[in-house]
């Protein structure tokens, strides 16, 4: 008789060092994963048997990466929601979905989640013109933080204003109008905490401890 049991098979979009990490924990468990890279010889394909390497919009190399596993996860936000819709309709299973994707991957819209879930953010408004910056800035006081809506990371899609000289300056310097932009109250915080808290298909939570983030030019340097 046999009594193996098998595991699901596991996949990660993304082949850069989140995804290297990620993969170093499942070897501990004795778990083997998958990645779909869009470059060759990836952090990740460096541990990983196995590597496909490949557009994520082109169609085939989706296919040929969701042949290869049962469950799907995401090394970061930077993809396309269509794309975990995609691979939703070949029967995989996708964590976050689409829809946690389509939220979190706003700056905007992920704002508005958590305000709305009585959660303390800063106030915030979203930027369809220059004049809405200054009547924030009337709303909220200087200085305010200009951000990208999409697609920031490590300072990178962010400018500080300390006066309206230096608005236009900072939505050419951001792309807008091509870029949606969003402003918000600026936080003069003392240091930056972190918590990961990880759930599993039954709703059981587990909470990771505590940890400070020490930043280098926007950049996490350092955590303890």
């Known amino acids: ?5 098998s595991s699901p098979r596991l996949g990660i979009l993304g082949g850069g060092q989140l995804a290297r990490m990620t993969i170093q924990a499942a070897i501990s468990l004795g778990v083997d994963l998958a990645i ?9 394909g460096r541990l990983t048997a196995r590597e ?24 970061n936000e930077f ?11 070949w029967g995989k299973i996708v964590l ?7 939220t979190i991957q706003d700056k905007l819209t992920q704002k508005q989640a958590l305000a709305a879930r009585d959660l303390p953010v800063p106030q915030f408004v979203a930027v369809d013109s220059p004049d809405d910056i ?11 933080i200009l951000k990208a809506r999409r697609n920031g990371y490590d300072g990178y899609g962010n400018a500080k204003l300390d006066s309206a ?3 236009q300056a900072a939505l050419q310097r951001l792309g807008w109008p091509e870029r949606a932009l969003m402003v918000e109250q600026a936080v003069p915080f003392v240091r930056e905490l972190a918590v990961l808290v990880a759930r ?4 059981n939570s587990v909470i990771y401890p505590v940890v400070e983030t020490v930043q280098q030019n926007h950049i996490c340097h350092i955590v303890r």
């Open 1 to 5: 008789m046999n009594t193996q049991i």
């Open 36 to 44: 779909l890279s869009e470059a060759a010889d990836s952090p990740a």
């Open 52 to 75: 496909i390497v490949g557009a994520w919009s082109d169609t085939g190399v989706l296919r040929t990466f969701a042949d290869a596993v049962d469950v799907v996860t995401l090394e």
């Open 79 to 89: 993809v396309d929601a269509p794309i975990l819709e995609q691979l939703a309709e």
């Open 96 to 102: 976050p979905g689409a829809n946690t994707l389509r």
């Open 134 to 144: 200054v009547r924030a800035a009337e709303r909220f006081g200087w200085p305010l």
């Open 165 to 167: 000289a230096d608005i």
């Open 200 to 203: 599993d298909p039954q709703g």
